[in-house]
Each structure stands twice: as structure tokens, then as C-alpha cells.
């Protein structure tokens, strides 16, 4: 417990740092965060374009749309900004880097995590909280603290699956098996279906995502459960998923340390 | 120039695959929201189901066939200074950069054809209401594309940073040029805008002749005729700017 | 202080494919590519030695001291540093050690040296008080005052290295891994740099492993070298031992003596003897029967040795 107190406040000094250092370019960061932000806005313009015309979604009205669509923002910005510069992993072991991680008494993960500051994240934070906050206001529920708190653990449950999937395939990049371009396509998915009622995909491409890569679990089953559309029995599912899948996903890390190779002897 | 940018393209083929991935599943998201909420509806804002399906296939087949990536290329040659070699080059230089995105869109050409048929699977086709008209207003559609890209990269000559531009004028016109909604369901102002900016050109008006939703095709190719000039103009007195300043800094 | 008995490390690498999809093809097909890069390396270290751990290009050099550091496991084989096992006990092993790579910084590019300095602090939980007078004695020693406000980015490369040097013994480490430290460098920084190795050294009792190409580096700071090459160790043991061979006098006479049996004479017909005591005896003894219009001695130095080593 005090290893992992150390761990946390040693994580927020290094993000710190890296913050510190990406404000030496303040015009580039200042772009890195309104890019993300405009990126995300365009993204919900076209739900509600076309709800405008459309009043419902497989059952979902406008507002509801766009709690999912917050919540999931949300959730994807919390786990992306500290894997963020887990994405840099294939480049910090091929020039070494790494190397350096293993040789100070913290563990390597949190140093990696806090290599670098995703400033485009905090921008998706920005616009997922504001969409969380107004739709939020708009859907016909009756708010107490129990169900915002529920909100809170949903989202950082979601988070936990998507950082996890980030998680495990990144640590492959150990042994030098590029997954580049597998994690851009997961996210890519996730952050493509994952803002839609999965009854919009019907079939087989529900079932894929609910069961094999369960992008579902992220937004989609919680937010139903908050708007009275899914039995509250649901309600734990996707925190528990979360933690479950981020320990295994720590775990396959863990064991690709093992086996940690470093670059050029 | 024009070979260069077609073998840049195939060098970079990995990306174009993820690309490709992600054009798939683009098209793949549109066709089951759009199903979705037409439900039993016949038609929409004049479209049939079918029609709008066939549309969002073409509409974002063309997004990604007219991508054009030169911008990118002439800010990375004005930060290494590489611009100077384009520059003493006897062909003018916005040729040459227009050259080099026509061998571009080519080289991406080839390497969309394997996945054309799978878009058109996922997606969905119908014949074609008007082949010719179709063609000739998406090639005048992609010299605007070209036109408004390379208007675009001439900023960097004064700002020297472009990248949020860019990636700003990518969202702004795929949003108006009606990629993921055709303009059609474009409510009140939101209409006005749309109807008046050029993006149309890109997305939204070959590919509604294409289904049948716009009849009339003299009147579009009239306007982005008148387009094409406007733009050209405007591009002559921009890089002319553009140049001096270069000269200057260089000197 | 550190004892490795028996280290061995072979690479096993998935075969890479290229192309979009090759890193599902590396996942799947599991072919393997294998090279032995340390075979069967022994030694004990004492506390408070100076090694240099020597060897050509791909010899193993690096490979070894990334296992006594932790960061790989040897296939077969232990080591010991201070008791532990650098690899299982990688947290405190890494309390112990101070490690700089010439190549490579670990100071924050971004951000003034004090900056890092002080991360560098709390990473290795250095009480407050403990730092400042750690930082103050480093500021001394190593005139670090003139650049510690400045980004790491817009260091000299000698002004780096005594950044790196500062960071790797802010937490008065008892084991320093120093991997070519002086590469690239000046003479005078050069000098700076194994001043500071030597100070270290005599003051805090610091054990210092030395990799480098540099044999001056080797002749300054080391009493003993271990020199492997091809995975293996060729040589260990004190300098002195190795370089104990005959001085090389060579001279010319006038006027030039009948040939004189048993004494080689080389292409200008210089006299060229070898000689393993007395030398002034010698020069006297020569003078006194002829007139010396040439002289000059060869000293055997480390380097033409290890060049004959690796010949060999």
C-alpha cells in the first residue's frame, strides 16, 4: 500500500514534468488540447445533425445519445491520458530508454506512463465532461448521489477496460513485435461504435462487440442502465469487466517484462 | 513531381491499409445508424433508404479517393527548407505541388482498387441515375479539392505552423461536403452555409447525381466552373504574396 | 561486491516480418532467430576496485552489464551484486547502483538540470537535507553552478556528461556502471570526467565499472581490466601483468660496428635490442664502446597489447 502511495506521487511528479516540458512549445500544446476539443465537437455534430431530422436512435432520444456519447469520452479520455505515452513504447525500447526505466527503483509502467502528457486527451476530457454535465441535465432522470456516484465508478470502470486492451497489446512492443497499428485500429473501434446504442448494429457485429472486444461494456451498458433502460442488475458489470480485464492486462505485461530483450547489445 | 507523389503513396501502404481498415468500418457504422433511423420510413428529405445507402458509399469512397495530402508535404518542405529546392526548379511551384497531389491520388488510387469491391459490399450500390454527370462534376469537384488544399498550404508561408489548420480545414470540409450526412438533412442555417461553401463540390453533389437525388447538372458544373476560376485567381494573387515573402526571408 | 559465475545470455528473437500485417504473422508463425552474446563469463569484483571492462564492438560488453544491472535475465549463470540478484531484486539493486551511458542522457531534455536533478532525488527517495548537501558537494566537484538553470537540451556535450555524472551519484550509490563516459568529449573534459571517477573513488569507497575505447580512460583510472571478447573472457587481471613486457631500445652507432651476433638489426641497420632491467646500464655500456648518434625507446603500452590479444 505505501509502495503503491510512493508509486502515485511519483507518477504525478514525472507527469508534472512532462508537462513542464511540453509548455517549453505553449503554442503547440495550446493546439494539441483545441484539436482534440474540435475533433470530439465535429464528431457529436453529426448525431445531432442527424437527429435533427430523426428524432430516435434505436429507441435513444438526442439527450440520451448524448450522455452516451460523454460518458464514453470520458471514460476513453481518462484511460488515454496516462497511455498515452504507453503508445511511445515500439520507440522508448528501440532507442533505449527503457533500458533506463529498469534501472531506477520505480516501476517501469508508471515511469512510462508519465514519459509524456497527452494534452490532445485533456481536450477530449474537456468535451466529454461538458456533453456529460448538459446532457446529463436533459435525459429524464431523477439525479441523487448514489446515481452520480454510479456515474463516476461507470466511467472509470470503462476506462479500465480501454486502458486495459492498450494495455496488452502494448506490452508485446517488449519483445519487439510492433502492435502499432493494432492498437490505432481497437481504439479506432472503440471510439467509432462505442458512442451508439448496440442495437443499432443488430446480429452478429452486437454480439462481436458486447462479447469479443467489449466495447458495449465501456458506455453503452452503463448509460442504459442510468436511463432505466437495462435491469440494475447490469450496473456492476462494466466496473467489475474493468478491473478484471485490467489485472489480466497487467499480468500479460508482467510477463513480457520477463522477457524484455532491450535493444542493441 | 507527379511520379514522386505516386511512389510516396505506395511507400506508405501500411497506412493506407489501416486507412482502408477504417474506411471500411466507416462505412460499415453509417449504413446501421442510417438503417436505424429511417426504420420503416420510405424516404427522407427525398431520399430513399436505398439511395442514401448508395449515396454514403460513394460520398465516402471519394472522401478518401480525394485526400489530399499536400499541405502536409509543402509545410514539412518550408520547416527543412527544402521549399528552396521546389523553388529553383523551372516548372512554377504550385505546379509542381499540384502535380505532385494528382500522383498521389493516383498511387492511392491503385491501392484502394482491391478494396472498393469490399466498401461496396458493406456499404451498398445502386446503378447509376446519371454516369456522365457524375463523373464530370467529381473531377471538377477534386480540382477545387487540389485548389483549396493548395490555398491552404500557402498559409504556411506566413504562420510557419499548420498542422491545426489543416487538420481543422479536413474536419470542417468533410463535415460540409456531406460525408457522413447529405446536405439535404441539413437543418435551417446550417443549409445556408453548406449550400454556399464549395465543399459541396467534394462529396454531397456528384455523389447526389450519382443516385438521382440532384437532376439538374448543368447548373452545378456552371458553379464549380466558376469555382475553379475564383479559386485559380485567388491562388495567382496568394502565391505572389507568398513568394515575395519567401524572397525576402531567403535573402 | 559483485560475483558472476557461469553468465550466459542467448537472444532469442521472434522472426519479424514486414508489411501491415507481419506483426500478427511474428505472433503466429514463432520462428526464432538465436545468437549467444555473453558464453560462460566469470568474475568477483571487490569493493572499491576500478575496473575496466573491455572489449571490441558486439564483443558482450554491454550484454554483461546489462545483467549485472538488472535489465536482462542471464539464460544460465548468477551473479551477486551486493548480495542480491540484480534481476529479482531489481528496485533495490537499482538503490545501489549509479549508471551512466555516454551515448545516452537520462537527464529530462525539457527541463534546466536542477530539474532533473531533483526528480532524480525523489525517484531514489533522497531525504531533502541528504540532497542538499549531496547537490552542494557535486556543484563543487563537478563546477556544475555555471549551467544548472539551463535546459538539458542546450548543454555542451561536456556540460551533459557532468549533468549525467551528478544524477548517477546524487544517491551516494557504493556500484557505478560507467559506459564509455568520455566518448565524444574534449581533453579537458575528458580530464573533468576522470578527475571526478578518481575523487569518487577515493572518497566514498565507490566500486567503478569502466567500459570504454578509450584506453587512456583504462590507463588513468584502472589497476585491472577484464577483457572478453566473442562472449568470453580473455583476459582478467592486474594491468601491470599484462603490459610486463621488455622495453625496446633501438640505436643507431657510428661508426657503424662489424656485425654483432645475436643482435637484431632492423631495415635502416639500427640496433634494436630488448630490454627487460638496468637501461641506463645498458645506454652506458653501449657508449662507452661506441658513439650513439641515434637513440630511441619504445615503451610496451596497452594499446599495441590488446592489439596483439585480439590478433592472436
Given at each position: 500500500?505505501?509502495?503503491?502511495?510512493?508509486?502515485?506521487?511519483?507518477?504525478?511528479?514525472?507527469?508534472?514534468a512532462?508537462?513542464?516540458s511540453?509548455?517549453?512549445?505553449?503554442?503547440?500544446s495550446?493546439?494539441?488540447?483545441?484539436?482534440?476539443?474540435v475533433?470530439?465537437?465535429?464528431?457529436?455534430?453529426?448525431i445531432w445533425?442527424?437527429m435533427?431530422?430523426?428524432?430516435?436512435?434505436?429507441?435513444w432520444?438526442?439527450?440520451?445519445?448524448?450522455?452516451?456519447?460523454?460518458?464514453?469520452?470520458?471514460?476513453h479520455?481518462l484511460?488515454?491520458i496516462?497511455?498515452m505515452?504507453?503508445?511511445?513504447i515500439?520507440w522508448?525500447?528501440?532507442?533505449?530508454?527503457?533500458?533506463?526505466?529498469?534501472l531506477?527503483?520505480?516501476n517501469?509502467?508508471v515511469q512510462l506512463?508519465?514519459?509524456?502528457?497527452g494534452?490532445?486527451?485533456?481536450g477530449?476530457l474537456l468535451v466529454g465532461?461538458?456533453?456529460?454535465a448538459?446532457?446529463?441535465?436533459?435525459?429524464p432522470?431523477?439525479?441523487?448521489a448514489w446515481?452520480?456516484?454510479?456515474c463516476?465508478?461507470a466511467?472509470?470502470?470503462?476506462?479500465?477496460?480501454e486502458?486495459?486492451?492498450f494495455l496488452g497489446?502494448?506490452s508485446?512492443?517488449?519483445?519487439?513485435?510492433d502492435?502499432?497499428?493494432?492498437r490505432?485500429?481497437v481504439?479506432?473501434?472503440?471510439s467509432?461504435?462505442?458512442s451508439?446504442p448496440?442495437?443499432?448494429f443488430?446480429?452478429v457485429?452486437e454480439?462481436?462487440?458486447?462479447f469479443?472486444?467489449?466495447v458495449a461494456f465501456?458506455?453503452?451498458?452503463?448509460?442504459?442502465v442510468?436511463l432505466?433502460?437495462?435491469?440494475?442488475?447490469?450496473?456492476?458489470?462494466?466496473?467489475?469487466?474493468?478491473?478484471?480485464?485490467?489485472a489480466v492486462?497487467y499480468l500479460?505485461?508482467?510477463?513480457?517484462l520477463?522477457?524484455?530483450q532491450?535493444?542493441?547489445? | 513531381m507527379?511520379r514522386i507523389?505516386?511512389?510516396?503513396?505506395l511507400?506508405?501502404r501500411?497506412?493506407?491499409?489501416?486507412t482502408?481498415v477504417?474506411l471500411?468500418?466507416q462505412?460499415?457504422l453509417?449504413?446501421?445508424?442510417w438503417?436505424s433511423?429511417y426504420?420503416?420510413r420510405?424516404a427522407?428529405?427525398?431520399?430513399?433508404?436505398d439511395?442514401l445507402l448508395?449515396?454514403?458509399t460513394?460520398?465516402?469512397?471519394?472522401?478518401?479517393?480525394?485526400?489530399t495530402?499536400?499541405s502536409r508535404?509543402?509545410?514539412e518542405?518550408i520547416?527543412?527548407?527544402?521549399v528552396?529546392f521546389d523553388?529553383a526548379?523551372p516548372?512554377?511551384?504550385?505546379?509542381?505541388?499540384?502535380?505532385?497531389?494528382v500522383g498521389n491520388?493516383?498511387g492511392g488510387?491503385?491501392l484502394?482498387a482491391?478494396?472498393v469491391?469490399?466498401?461496396?459490399?458493406?456499404?451498398s450500390i445502386?446503378?447509376?441515375v446519371?454516369?456522365?454527370?457524375?463523373v464530370?462534376?467529381?473531377?471538377?469537384g477534386?480540382v477545387?479539392?487540389?485548389?483549396?488544399?493548395?490555398?491552404?498550404s500557402l498559409?504556411?508561408?506566413?504562420?510557419?505552423e499548420?498542422?491545426?489548420?489543416s487538420?481543422l480545414?479536413?474536419?470542417?470540409?468533410?463535415?460540409?461536403?456531406?460525408?457522413?450526412?447529405?446536405?439535404a438533412f441539413f437543418?435551417?442555417f446550417?443549409g445556408?452555409?453548406?449550400g454556399?461553401l464549395?465543399?459541396?463540390?467534394?462529396?454531397y453533389v456528384?455523389?447526389?447525381?450519382?443516385?438521382?437525388?440532384?437532376?439538374?447538372?448543368?447548373g452545378p458544373?456552371?458553379?464549380?466552373l466558376?469555382?475553379?476560376a475564383g479559386?485559380?485567381?485567388?491562388l495567382?494573387?496568394t502565391?505572389s504574396r507568398?513568394?515575395r515573402r519567401?524572397?525576402?526571408?531567403?535573402? | 561486491?559483485?560475483?558472476a559465475?557461469?553468465?550466459?545470455?542467448?537472444?532469442r528473437?521472434p522472426?519479424?516480418?514486414?508489411g501491415?500485417?507481419?506483426?500478427?504473422?511474428?505472433?503466429v508463425?514463432r520462428?526464432y532467430?538465436e545468437?549467444?552474446a555473453?558464453?560462460g563469463v566469470?568474475?568477483?569484483i571487490d569493493e572499491g576496485?576500478?575496473i575496466?571492462?573491455l572489449?571490441l564492438?558486439?564483443?558482450?560488453?554491454?550484454?554483461?552489464?546489462?545483467?549485472?544491472?538488472?535489465?536482462?535475465?542471464?539464460?544460465?549463470?548468477?551473479?551477486?551484486?551486493?548480495g542480491?540478484?540484480p534481476?529479482?531484486d531489481?528496485s533495490?539493486?537499482?538503490r545501489?547502483?549509479?549508471?551512466v551511458?555516454g551515448?545516452?542522457?537520462?537527464?529530462?531534455?525539457?527541463?534546466?538540470?536542477?530539474?532533473s536533478?531533483r526528480?532524480?532525488g525523489?525517484?531514489?527517495d533522497?531525504?531533502a537535507?541528504r540532497f542538499?548537501?549531496?547537490?552542494k558537494?557535486?556543484?563543487?566537484?563537478l563546477?556544475?553552478?555555471d549551467f544548472?538553470d539551463?535546459?538539458?537540451r542546450?548543454l555542451s556535450?561536456?556540460q551533459?556528461m557532468r549533468?549525467?555524472?551528478?544524477?548517477?551519484?546524487?544517491?551516494?550509490p557504493p556500484?557505478?556502471?560507467?559506459?564509455e563516459?568520455?566518448?565524444?568529449?574534449?581533453?579537458?573534459a575528458k580530464?573533468?570526467v576522470?578527475?571526478?571517477?578518481?575523487?569518487?573513488?577515493r572518497?566514498?569507497?565507490t566500486?567503478v565499472?569502466?567500459?570504454t575505447?578509450?584506453?587512456?580512460?583504462?590507463e588513468?583510472?584502472c589497476?585491472r581490466?577484464?577483457?572478453?571478447?566473442?562472449g568470453?573472457?580473455?583476459?582478467?587481471?592486474?594491468?601491470?601483468?599484462?603490459?610486463?613486457?621488455?622495453?625496446?631500445?633501438v640505436?643507431l652507432?657510428?661508426?657503424?660496428p662489424?656485425e654483432v651476433r645475436?643482435?637484431?638489426?632492423?631495415?635502416?641497420?639500427r640496433y634494436?635490442f630488448?630490454?627487460?632491467?638496468?637501461?641506463?646500464?645498458?645506454?652506458?655500456?653501449?657508449?662507452a664502446?661506441h658513439t650513439i648518434?641515434?637513440?630511441s625507446?619504445?615503451?610496451p603500452d596497452?594499446?599495441?597489447?590488446?592489439?596483439?590479444?585480439y590478433?592472436?
Amino acid at each position: 500500500m505505501a509502495e503503491l502511495a510512493r508509486s502515485l506521487r511519483l507518477y504525478v511528479l514525472l507527469q508534472r514534468a512532462s508537462a513542464r516540458s511540453a509548455m517549453q512549445y505553449r503554442l503547440n500544446s495550446v493546439i494539441g488540447v483545441l484539436s482534440g476539443a474540435v475533433w470530439q465537437g465535429a464528431g457529436f455534430a453529426f448525431i445531432w445533425v442527424v437527429m435533427h431530422t430523426f428524432p430516435s436512435l434505436a429507441g435513444w432520444g438526442l439527450a440520451e445519445i448524448a450522455f452516451l456519447y460523454g460518458l464514453r469520452l470520458t471514460a476513453h479520455a481518462l484511460a488515454m491520458i496516462p497511455m498515452m505515452s504507453v503508445h511511445d513504447i515500439q520507440w522508448v525500447v528501440r532507442n533505449g530508454e527503457f533500458d533506463r526505466f529498469l534501472l531506477r527503483p520505480l516501476n517501469p509502467l508508471v515511469q512510462l506512463m508519465g514519459n509524456r502528457v497527452g494534452l490532445g486527451q485533456v481536450g477530449d476530457l474537456l468535451v466529454g465532461v461538458t456533453l456529460l454535465a448538459v446532457a446529463g441535465g436533459n435525459v429524464p432522470v431523477d439525479w441523487d448521489a448514489w446515481l452520480v456516484a454510479y456515474c463516476v465508478v461507470a466511467v472509470a470502470g470503462g476506462a479500465l477496460i480501454e486502458a486495459a486492451f492498450f494495455l496488452g497489446l502494448s506490452s508485446l512492443s517488449l519483445r519487439m513485435v510492433d502492435t502499432t497499428a493494432l492498437r490505432v485500429f481497437v481504439d479506432d473501434v472503440f471510439s467509432r461504435f462505442g458512442s451508439y446504442p448496440m442495437k443499432v448494429f443488430g446480429g452478429v457485429t452486437e454480439w462481436l462487440l458486447t462479447f469479443v472486444l467489449p466495447v458495449a461494456f465501456v458506455a453503452y451498458v452503463p448509460s442504459s442502465v442510468v436511463l432505466g433502460k437495462l435491469d440494475a442488475s447490469w450496473a456492476l458489470a462494466a466496473p467489475l469487466l474493468g478491473v478484471v480485464l485490467i489485472a489480466v492486462a497487467y499480468l500479460v505485461w508482467r510477463r513480457q517484462l520477463d522477457h524484455y530483450q532491450s535493444a542493441g547489445h | 513531381m507527379m511520379r514522386i507523389g505516386f511512389r510516396l503513396a505506395l511507400a506508405y501502404r501500411s497506412n493506407i491499409v489501416m486507412t482502408c481498415v477504417t474506411l471500411v468500418a466507416q462505412v460499415f457504422l453509417l449504413r446501421m445508424i442510417w438503417t436505424s433511423v429511417y426504420g420503416a420510413r420510405p424516404a427522407a428529405a427525398g431520399l430513399t433508404l436505398d439511395a442514401l445507402l448508395a449515396y454514403l458509399t460513394l460520398a465516402n469512397l471519394q472522401s478518401f479517393a480525394t485526400h489530399t495530402v499536400v499541405s502536409r508535404t509543402i509545410h514539412e518542405r518550408i520547416r527543412s527548407g527544402t521549399v528552396f529546392f521546389d523553388l529553383a526548379r523551372p516548372p512554377g511551384y504550385l505546379r509542381q505541388m499540384a502535380a505532385f497531389q494528382v500522383g498521389n491520388t493516383f498511387g492511392g488510387l491503385l491501392l484502394l482498387a482491391p478494396v472498393v469491391p469490399v466498401v461496396l459490399l458493406v456499404g451498398s450500390i445502386t446503378a447509376p441515375v446519371n454516369g456522365p454527370g457524375y463523373v464530370v462534376t467529381l473531377v471538377l469537384g477534386y480540382v477545387i479539392a487540389v485548389q483549396l488544399a493548395l490555398l491552404i498550404s500557402l498559409i504556411g508561408f506566413w504562420t510557419m505552423e499548420i498542422g491545426a489548420i489543416s487538420l481543422l480545414y479536413r474536419l470542417v470540409s468533410q463535415f460540409f461536403a456531406g460525408t457522413m450526412v447529405p446536405l439535404a438533412f441539413f437543418p435551417g442555417f446550417l443549409g445556408v452555409l453548406a449550400g454556399a461553401l464549395p465543399f459541396q463540390y467534394l462529396g454531397y453533389v456528384p455523389a447526389a447525381i450519382y443516385v438521382g437525388h440532384i437532376t439538374d447538372v448543368a447548373g452545378p458544373i456552371m458553379v464549380e466552373l466558376a469555382w475553379i476560376a475564383g479559386l485559380w485567381g485567388l491562388l495567382a494573387l496568394t502565391w505572389s504574396r507568398a513568394h515575395r515573402r519567401v524572397v525576402i526571408q531567403g535573402g | 561486491m559483485i560475483r558472476a559465475e557461469g553468465l550466459t545470455k542467448v537472444f532469442r528473437r521472434p522472426r519479424t516480418f514486414p508489411g501491415p500485417l507481419g506483426a500478427l504473422r511474428t505472433l503466429v508463425t514463432r520462428q526464432y532467430v538465436e545468437k549467444t552474446a555473453v558464453d560462460g563469463v566469470s568474475f568477483t569484483i571487490d569493493e572499491g576496485e576500478v575496473i575496466g571492462y573491455l572489449g571490441l564492438n558486439g564483443a558482450g560488453k554491454s550484454t554483461t552489464i546489462k545483467m549485472l544491472t538488472g535489465i536482462l535475465t542471464p539464460t544460465s549463470g548468477t551473479v551477486r551484486v551486493g548480495g542480491l540478484v540484480p534481476w529479482r531484486d531489481r528496485s533495490a539493486n537499482a538503490r545501489n547502483v549509479g549508471v551512466v551511458f555516454g551515448q545516452r542522457s537520462q537527464l529530462w531534455w525539457d527541463l534546466p538540470l536542477i530539474e532533473s536533478l531533483r526528480l532524480v532525488g525523489s525517484l531514489y527517495d533522497v531525504p531533502a537535507a541528504r540532497f542538499e548537501t549531496s547537490l552542494k558537494k557535486l556543484r563543487d566537484l563537478l563546477g556544475l553552478d555555471d549551467f544548472l538553470d539551463t535546459p538539458v537540451r542546450q548543454l555542451s556535450l561536456g556540460q551533459r556528461m557532468r549533468g549525467d555524472l551528478a544524477a548517477a551519484v546524487l544517491y551516494e550509490p557504493p556500484l557505478l556502471y560507467l559506459d564509455e563516459p568520455t566518448v565524444g568529449l574534449d581533453v579537458l573534459a575528458k580530464d573533468a570526467v576522470r578527475e571526478f571517477i578518481v575523487e569518487v573513488n577515493r572518497t566514498g569507497r565507490t566500486t567503478v565499472i569502466l567500459t570504454t575505447h578509450d584506453l587512456a580512460d583504462v590507463e588513468a583510472l584502472c589497476k585491472r581490466i577484464i577483457l572478453i571478447d566473442r562472449g568470453k573472457v580473455l583476459f582478467d587481471g592486474a594491468i601491470d601483468a599484462l603490459v610486463d613486457q621488455p622495453r625496446r631500445l633501438v640505436v643507431l652507432l657510428e661508426p657503424e660496428p662489424e656485425e654483432v651476433r645475436g643482435v637484431r638489426r632492423d631495415a635502416e641497420g639500427r640496433y634494436v635490442f630488448d630490454i627487460r632491467g638496468d637501461l641506463p646500464g645498458m645506454i652506458a655500456a653501449i657508449s662507452a664502446e661506441h658513439t650513439i648518434r641515434d637513440l630511441s625507446i619504445e615503451e610496451p603500452d596497452l594499446e599495441s597489447v590488446i592489439k596483439g590479444i585480439y590478433s592472436r
